[in-house]
């Protein structure tokens, strides 16, 4: 039986003198010469293997996997071959572990890593192979091969890059339990560890590794983990930003930036390339941020990001500094935000298990923070110490279902709110936006109800708090909150769930006051209500005579669903429409063709659908005060 060839290193690799299919065997990737003289020698440091050289072979020369013959011209065929089952170690490319320190003329780890994620990319998308379009299939099955995820078995590995890593599509970083990568005398250039490729990055997936990116409070180090900023391809031709990436089991420490950073396409005006880099098919699982910073986010979210989950991730801040001047970090652990909710917005994101806020001793300003975005669901998610627990701004179909609310009303458990003490907090703030709230649960660590000098610790804080548009007293919210459980009767308070509402000339759809042969009559006095269902009747601001008669209810109430109105500061009269319209009567009043409701008193409406066989949206009166 024929034996195999030894060699020591890579290099010694190169310099053996190649025939087709031959196989050698490598102890080490580096050699004496590659280590600084100080350091002790590692042999067998992981990047050895079994070779195979491959004469017809011309593949680019990757420093991992396909190496050049110094008996062969670099443009000529002929490539040393890795051969390899399973996993990429990320030693294959050299990348080695603390203490080992290489001699500064070696190429470093920060940059081996990058040769690993571009060997995988090139490969995984097979677009060496002639006759292949990545824009018409990033991932044809008939040209990708192998296993390109680059594993780092367990250990410490020290990265020192001058600038970010780019992510491109088909990158997979898996490593163990006890897997860290962490930074290394931290350059001023750096702003993230990773940033995304421009063009459409596909099969993004980083899982089980811990990084430490080595800022705190006490250096000048200010570096995030990954910014994902969608970008068109430089040529132009498709879309840029996430499209499906998975990130698991990644445990990110000593931030000095936002920790994660998901930047989608922000409208702009007479511009629609913007439409074109959104982050989308976003799953993390199991992931925590730390943060350390006033207004650095554990996770930020901007522009139009789409179909995103968060599950059981969890911004900590365990080295944030606090003290008497700086009582609690600044800004949200989860902050979402768009400049505009009808076009480039934030919609079907979804956080569950998640934690935010602050903890006993280390609060923070606001858990979850809402701005221009749609359809969001936040569920059992623990919210902690904070002086807004959840902050939601111009948004639409919020949900919060099933969370727990510690230390309850925000930070009902401490004296006052923490930065101001004349300012609320709550455990939700909402302004121009419709959520809904069920059955979640409110609850305070602090077992008695005054503190030493008597004051009442609930007493300025608010389970949900309407907050008004500036400079005004008026409110534009959807608050529909039910079955919660509350553990002081004190914590249930809430304020601006009650709504004004004023009488006014609005749109009556589909009305003609001569039959359908006549034009149509588009206004008729009436009121706005949306999805509220509490509302305070007003009567018509900066006009000196107004006219408080109702003829028509426009709301977004479902059939069986109830509207209790208010008269606040005037009486109000409600007419039964008498003539046709395409939507039948729209308000119902049993016998009577009008009933007055008088200041001070309330009634109640139950919107109905299919009255008399035709009408589809009729609000029948069925109790008066």
Avoid at 13 to 41: C, E, N, Q
């Amino acid at each position: 039986m024929a034996s195999i060839d030894t060699v020591e290193s890579i290099a010694k690799l190169k310099a053996y003198p190649p025939s087709d299919k031959i196989i050698v065997y490598v102890k080490s990737y580096y050699d004496y010469d590659d280590f600084d003289p100080s350091m002790d020698y590692h042999l067998a440091d992981g990047g050895g293997g079994m070779f195979r050289f491959d004469l017809k072979s011309n593949a680019i020369p990757d420093l991992g996997i396909n190496f050049t013959s110094d008996h062969v011209e670099r443009d000529a065929p002929g490539r040393w071959v890795r051969q390899y089952d399973g996993h990429i170690n990320a030693a294959y490319f050299g990348i080695v572990k603390h203490p080992i320190q290489l001699a500064p003329t070696v190429k470093k780890n920060h940059e081996r890593l990058q040769d690993a994620i571009d060997f995988c990319h090139r490969n995984a998308q097979g677009i060496t192979y002639a006759g292949y379009s990545p824009s018409t299939d990033p991932f044809p099955d008939d040209l990708a091969y192998g296993d390109f995820t680059i594993y780092f078995p367990e250990g410490v590995y020290w990265l020192q890059p001058t600038e970010s890593l780019i992510l491109r599509s088909g990158t997979h970083l898996k490593g163990d339990t006890t897997t860290i990568i962490r930074l290394h005398e931290v350059l001023p250039s750096l702003d993230y560890l990773f940033k995304i490729d421009r063009g459409g990055i596909y099969r993004l997936c980083i899982e089980t590794i811990k990084f430490n990116l080595s800022c705190h409070p006490s250096n000048d180090n200010r570096v995030g983990w990954l910014h994902a900023k969608g970008q068109p391809s430089d040529s132009g031709d498709f879309s840029g930003g996430l499209y499906g990436a998975i990130i698991k089991d990644v445990y990110v420490e000593e931030v000095g930036r936002h920790g994660i950073y998901f930047e989608g396409g922000e409208f702009v005006e007479n511009d629609t390339s913007w439409n074109k880099t959104c982050n989308q098919f976003v799953y993390l699982e199991n992931v925590w941020v730390e943060r350390q910073f006033d207004y650095h986010n554990s996770f930020r979210i901007t522009g139009q990001n789409v179909n995103m989950s968060f599950i059981n991730c969890n911004p900590t801040m365990p080295n944030a500094n606090f003290n008497d001047e700086h009582p609690t970090l600044l800004g949200a652990a989860f902050h979402v935000e768009s400049v505009s909710q009808d076009t480039g917005f934030n919609q079907s994101l979804i956080f569950i298990g998640c934690d935010a806020g602050g903890a006993p001793g280390r609060p923070g300003e606001i858990g979850f923070y809402f701005k221009n975005a749609r359809n969001v669901l936040i569920q059992n998610s623990w919210i902690e110490d904070s002086e807004f627990g959840i902050y939601v701004e111009n948004c639409s179909a919020i949900s919060i279902l099933d969370n727990n609310f510690a230390n309850a009303a925000a930070n009902g458990g401490l004296n006052r709110s923490m930065l101001n003490p004349d300012r609320k907090g709550a455990c939700i703030a909402v302004k121009n936006s419709v959520i809904n709230v069920e059955r979640n649960n409110v609850s305070i660590g602090y077992p008695d109800p005054e503190d030493i000098d008597g004051n009442y610790k609930y007493y300025n804080e608010r389970f949900i708090l309407g907050l008004t548009n500036e400079g005004t007293l008026e409110f534009n919210n959807t608050i529909n909150s039910q079955n919660n459980y509350f553990a002081n009767h004190m914590l249930s308070q809430t304020f601006g769930i009650a709504q004004y509402v004023e009488v006014k000339t609005i749109a009556v759809p589909f009305y003609h006051p001569q039959g359908d042969a006549s034009p149509p009559c588009a206004t008729k006095r009436g009121i706005i209500t949306d999805g509220k269902k509490l509302v305070l009747l007003i009567k018509e601001k900066d006009v000196e005579s107004p006219d408080n008669t109702i003829y028509r209810i426009n709301s977004t109430l479902n059939a069986g669903e109830t509207l209790h109105v208010f008269a606040e500061d005037a009486d109000f009269t409600f007419v039964s429409m008498g003539i046709p319209e395409w939507t039948g009567k729209n308000i119902w009043l049993a016998f009577d063709e009008k009933f007055v409701l008088r200041q001070g008193h309330n009634a109640t409406f139950v919107k109905f659908d299919g009255v008399n066989g035709n009408e589809t949206c009729s609000y029948v009166l069925t109790s008066t005060y």
